[in-house]
């Protein structure tokens, strides 16, 4: 798989184009000049086989991987064990709506730290992780891609070694790197093509393996405060990074493949032919 640029959710020029509903999507993605796009069910899965079906024929026919997001209310690192195996379900839940859109990438968020330590945390999202890979061979779902995200909150479980951390439970276990949260988590610290490389080679040296090249990426600059991310932004944006460019440049010179979605406000799939076009040019 080459590099593919795309975006999670639809910009505002979905509706502005004249685009309707869901199944058109694929359309509108490849008229943006892009390769992938991230199927949102942040607030639950609730997309029915009818309509993936047809979502799917439509990402055949234009050429577009699809990846999705589960929900936001996952909390593999919850005092109570109720809301972690709750969060095992609503995996299988990602893995079956994207079996049924024809992908294989299922991103989330580990949880939040809460009223323990970030050790208890982890502890925790790691015994979670260990029965979601369990759960998910069960239920015949063992080639789905499990994609935890790195988080923009100080008090969020997902820094850049919490997620690698997950990713050593079972070489299906892929990071999803959203470089504006780690950004935002450490208060502006990706300034340069060398902060890049450091996450890289990070990457790198603890997987070892094929996902360092064909990682996930989430990117957008995103305002943020002493706690870290507040709002996402678009690419006009001045004040907040990162840029895309030095990350590009790298993805070029190491031959990386990553599927990089784009998460601005409102001009997602705008931003996202920008760095796709920036990529290429890189070429000439």
């Known amino acids: ?14 509706a502005e184009q004249g685009y309707k509903n869901s199944v058109q999507v694929p359309e509108y993605t490849a008229k943006m000049g892009l390769d992938a796009f991230e199927y949102q069910c942040g607030r639950g899965v609730r997309i029915k086989e009818e309509l993936a ?21 996952i909390s593999m690192s919850s005092l109570e064990e109720e809301k972690r195996l709750n969060s095992v379900d609503y995996i299988l839940q990602s893995a079956a709506a994207i079996r049924a859109l024809g992908g ?21 999202a790691l015994d979670t992780m260990h029965r979601i890979v369990a ?30 951390a997950l990713c050593g439970v079972d070489k299906r276990i892929t990071p999803c790197i959203d470089f504006g949260h ?11 093509k060398a902060d890049y490389a450091a996450i890289l080679d990070r990457m790198g040296e603890v997987l070892g393996d094929e ?7 989430h990117f957008s600059k995103i305002e943020y405060t002493t706690g870290g991310e507040k709002q996402h932004l678009t690419f006009a944006d001045s004040v907040y990074g990162p840029d ?10 190491r031959g990386l493949s990553p599927v990089i979605i784009c998460e601005s406000a409102g001009t997602q799939a705008e931003d996202a032919a920008t760095m796709k076009r920036y990529y290429q040019s890189l070429g000439k």
């Open 244 to 253: 895309f460019e030095p990350l590009l440049e790298l993805c070029y010179e």
């Open 182 to 192: 780690l950004n935002a988590r450490d208060q502006g610290s990706i300034k340069t």
């Open 135 to 164: 759960a998910v061979d069960e239920a015949g779902f063992s080639d789905i891609v499990l994609c935890p995200e790195t988080m923009g909150k100080v008090g969020q479980l997902g820094t850049l070694d919490e997620v690698l």
């Open 53 to 73: 079906s047809k979502i799917r024929a439509q990402a055949a026919v234009h050429g577009i991987y699809f990846s999705l997001h589960a929900p936001y209310y």
């Open 1 to 14: 798989m080459s590099i593919l640029f795309g975006t999670a959710g639809t910009s505002q020029s979905f």
């Open 211 to 217: 996902r360092a090249s064909k990682f996930h990426v």
């Open 104 to 124: 294989q990438r299922v991103i989330f968020h580990s949880g939040s730290c809460g009223k323990q330590s970030r050790e208890a945390a982890l502890e925790k």
